[in-house]
């Protein structure tokens, strides 16, 4: 307001550079190795849904957060358009190399075990080939994503696989397949609210 005192200090207006617009994310440590500057990242925002956003790595913080065992990382991307505004937030997608193809079971269908990881895989009983027989089979596990774990070796794709109820089974168990719950099994799981 015109003639109006203010004290020393006080915060008058915020400066802000539009373009190009720093991006801040955080990724966890054993990421590090897959990141370097200068390596694209792809984002997204829900004010412009899909409109491909493309900026690069700028900065990889040299320091670890000691609570989170996150690293801050921050990309730079091309705002001229002025669509993006500071404050934002925005998806991260770093590409750290070629699309792999995996087969993957939702979490519950492996059981951990000291001496490996093991899934059910169903069988034609050897008897009575309408029914079906529970079999153990080891499997190598890799990476997981939301609720499916990545499996390496062990399976092969179109094997039916039990995924829940497999404590009370051992090899040769009959069972009966019931497809009326199914597990989750999203790559990015959302919270249900009620």
């Not at 792809?42 to 493309?54: E, K, N, R, T």
């Not at 730079?76 to 750290?96: E, I, R, Y």
């Not at 993957?104 to 895989?121: E, W």
């Amino acid at each position: 307001m015109p003639g109006q005192y203010i004290n020393a200090g006080d915060k008058l207006v915020t400066l802000q550079s539009l373009n190009p617009i720093l991006v801040d994310f955080n990724m966890p440590q054993q990421r590090l190795s897959q990141l370097k500057v200068g390596q694209q990242v792809d984002l997204s925002v829900d004010a412009y849904s899909g409109a491909a956003l493309v900026g690069k790595i700028s900065t990889i913080n040299p320091r670890v957060d000691a609570n989170t065992r996150n690293v801050q990382i921050e990309a730079s991307l091309d705002n001229s358009k002025l669509q993006l505004l500071p404050g934002m937030f925005a998806n991260v997608a770093v590409n750290v190399g070629a699309k792999g193809r995996f087969l993957t079971l939702p979490q519950t269908a492996i059981a951990y075990n000291p001496y490996g990881a093991t899934v059910f895989v169903l069988k034609p009983d050897a008897a009575n080939k309408q029914a079906l027989v529970a079999q153990q089979v080891f499997v190598t596990t890799g990476q997981t994503r939301g609720d499916q774990v990545a499996v390496l070796k062990g399976l092969e794709e179109g094997q039916e696989v039990v995924t829940s109820g497999q404590m009370k089974l051992k090899n040769g168990t009959p069972v009966v397949v019931d497809n009326s719950v199914q597990p989750a099994n999203s790559p990015n799981p959302k919270p249900q609210e009620h």
